[in-house]
């Protein structure tokens, strides 16, 4: 029997990935990552006013560059040519809510010589706080304004990381893309739309990202209605008349690949793309989630998902977490999702802090900033673990980047306590990263107190197999057993699942997860005596949350 392959293609914050899979085995037949040239030369982001803006060009030119890297890597096995004239199907993951403006033919403002170099006809990145004060303005609108609440099947409260929010708050502040712009697609749905060259009326848009990130839901009959969304801008009134009223699920065949594409990537025209979704939804089916189990996606933040079945045909509404679609993980299933804004971008940021007088002193020294990159995280994780929680007095919150859930509030910050002329730098990064993981147990105490069941909990991405230090204290704090995926390209094999799905080799999801999904490549197990101490110190974790967000509160 010949060989069958399937591309799985993920969007990161980061970077492109591309991954081939034997459909029928799951083992790598190739795979490859490309950069986003203009977003690593740090263009069109402004980090103090939390703006990241990412131009389409640097999506095209990544897939390209991975197909080729792909090429040469199934070459290299002597695949060859015939390695890429085997893939049967396509399915893409990407980061979101990262929405962009798009004209009548679906492609984005800036892919034009008027908006070319306009960060607001580009893709809006799902980190992008630019639009505090219009998530707000939709929050209140949706408590007082006498119709429908479209924001309770997304926890109660809307954020300025999503869809609306950013569309207002580009046509408001910018009048020549607000005048300019025709309809609205989050990154997901702009690349199989793309590809195969779908006309955008006939868009199949996502089930997942419209869900949880654009207040679609079949009780609203689809997004929120016209005269809700004419309070807040009579733009947004008109664009969504062109979003159509269905979604569709991951599973479901979007269109065909264009020959122009095919030629472009390498591959076979006709072959099925599948409908997008969230890379860290599509992580967590490539992680073999099912009912009752927990998958954290572990990075720069977190996403924490769990699939449910309804009771009885209902739903049980979640207060305080980022959403529940029916059929945004697993088709069929609820799918709720929580997560933390900033959780490896925490450390992240005491890694820059701790480097930047060497940076500053010797900014021309050949390789001082990759030699710190590369070291400073591991010694600091090594101090660190020697430090008994117990006798440290640091604490912290981790709302560097606001706080996503339980209970949004983007506004907050956050906060280091009880320093002393003895705290030390593997102090503080510890108690970073004991915050990070007092975070998540809120999380997990949110779903499990509204009658959500937690039975299992999966951990994938980065942070969970490159540190056990951090893995070790969120299974201390949350007194249970983590499974860690044994695969560093989960979403990548999430989406080729979704596409050997698409292509006809599996029958639904359940199968393919079933012949595909890694192993658990080992189990971090709780210290009951650490148990203890955390017991107490979360306690001030949550006591410090509820000062902080009295202080807060008070500012004018």
Request: charged residues 20%.
């Amino acid at each position: 029997m010949s060989e069958v392959l399937v591309l799985g293609i993920d969007y990161g914050t980061d970077s492109c990935r591309v991954a081939a899979l034997d459909a029928r085995t799951g083992k790598t037949a190739g795979e490859a990552v490309a950069a986003y040239p203009r977003w690593a030369a740090g263009l069109y982001c402004s980090p103090s006013e939390n703006i990241f803006r990412q131009h389409p060009l640097d999506y095209l030119e990544s897939l390209e560059a991975g197909m080729r890297g792909l090429s040469a890597a199934l070459e290299a096995k002597g695949c060859g040519a015939k390695g890429l004239e085997a893939v049967a199907g396509i399915a893409f993951a990407t980061t979101g809510s990262t929405p962009c403006l798009v004209d009548s033919r679906g492609m984005p403002l800036a892919m034009s010589a008027e908006f070319a170099q306009d960060p607001d006809g580009m893709f809006v990145l799902w980190k992008d706080h630019s639009a505090i004060a219009e998530a707000e303005e939709i929050n209140r609108l949706s408590r007082s304004w006498g119709g429908e609440d479209f924001t309770k099947f997304s926890g109660g409260s809307y954020s300025p990381e999503w869809f609306w929010a950013k569309a207002l708050h580009l046509v408001r502040a910018n009048p020549r893309v607000g005048s300019a712009f025709h309809s609205i697609l989050e990154h997901c749905d702009w690349m199989p739309l793309l590809l195969t060259e779908t006309p955008l009326a006939m868009a199949k848009r996502s089930r997942c990202v419209a869900g949880h990130k654009a207040m679609w839901h079949e009780r609203f009959g689809g997004f929120p209605s016209k005269s809700f969304l004419g309070f807040l801008d009579p733009r947004l009134a008109e664009a969504r008349d062109t979003l159509g009223s269905g979604t569709f699920t991951a599973d479901q065949v979007f269109g065909l690949l264009s020959p122009v594409w095919a030629s472009r990537l390498g591959l076979k025209p006709g072959i099925p793309v599948a409908v997008g979704a969230i890379d860290a939804h599509i992580g967590a089916v490539g992680s073999g989630a099912g009912p009752g189990v927990l998958v954290k996606v572990m990075g720069t933040s977190t996403c924490d998902m769990i699939v449910a079945p309804k009771e009885g045909g209902g739903e049980r509404l979640v207060q305080g977490i980022c959403g529940q679609v029916d059929g945004s993980i697993l088709p069929g299933m609820l799918g709720y999702e929580a997560g933390q804004s900033a959780f490896g971008d925490a450390y992240a940021w005491f890694k820059n802090l701790l480097s930047w007088p060497i940076e500053a002193i010797l900014p021309e020294a050949e390789g001082v900033k990759e030699k710190i990159d590369a070291s400073i995280m591991n010694v600091l994780g090594e101090e660190a673990g020697k430090i008994d929680p117990e006798r440290s007095s640091v604490l912290a919150l981790d709302w560097l980047n606001g706080r996503r859930t339980p209970d949004l509030a983007p506004f907050l910050k956050g906060a280091l306590v009880g320093l002393t002329l003895g705290a030390t730098a593997p102090m503080i990064f510890r108690a970073l990263v004991e915050a990070t993981a007092y975070g998540t147990r809120a999380i997990v105490e949110r779903f499990e107190a509204q009658g959500v069941a937690i039975q299992g909990i999966l951990a994938l991405g980065g942070v969970a197999r490159k540190s056990p230090l951090v893995m070790q204290i969120v299974a201390d704090v949350l007194g249970r057993p983590i499974g860690i995926v044994g695969s560093d390209q989960t979403v990548a094999l999430g989406a080729a699942m979704f596409a050997a799905v698409a292509a006809g080799v599996y029958p639904d999801i359940g199968q393919a997860q079933k012949a595909l999904k890694p192993s658990i490549e080992h189990i971090v197990q709780p210290n009951p005596a650490r148990g203890v101490v955390y017991d107490r110190l979360y306690a001030e974790y949550l006591e410090l949350g509820r000062y902080a967000e009295s202080l807060e509160a008070r500012r004018p």
